[in-house]
């Protein structure tokens, strides 16, 4: 779920084998209101708009979820498809001292290709 955080208040502590934790009742601009745990501070603030997932409806808890980032929207698994392929390019080329750089990143280009496709079927 994502939600703008309209009020957050401190709400005592919560102790477990993994430690103690403060405890921070959030409500949201849709008017949900859900109590979350953190080590220290809440890590967020009023106006920031967070994704988060209720962990218990009947208690009213959630927790905080967070994503990683994608770098210019391609995923983790093409990222290394592709460092991985400019990598075999330039060794298969690293002998032949006639090659550019144009000709390590077009035969990694066609080693990307041909694994995507593979990847594809």
């Not at 808890?61 to 990683?68: D, E, P």
């Not at 090659?99 to 390590?104: A, K, L, Y």
């Not at 280009?109 to 079927?121: E, G, M, S, T, Y």
Request: charge should be positive; proline fraction near 1%.
């Amino acid at each position: 779920m994502k939600g703008k955080i309209k009020f957050i208040q401190e709400n005592g502590e919560w102790s477990n084998s993994s430690g103690t934790f403060n405890k921070f009742q959030v409500q949201f601009d849709d008017g949900k209101t859900y109590q979350f745990l953190a080590k220290g501070q809440f890590k967020k603030q009023i106006g920031d708009l967070v994704d988060y997932e209720v962990t218990n409806q009947q208690y009213g808890t959630a927790k905080l979820v967070y994503t990683q980032p994608q770098a210019n929207g391609v995923s983790k698994d093409q990222m290394i498809v592709s460092q991985s392929s400019i990598r075999t390019s330039a060794e298969f080329h690293k002998h032949r001292l006639s090659s550019t750089i144009d000709d390590v990143l077009r035969d990694a280009q066609k080693i990307i290709d041909a694994v995507n496709k593979q990847l594809c079927q």
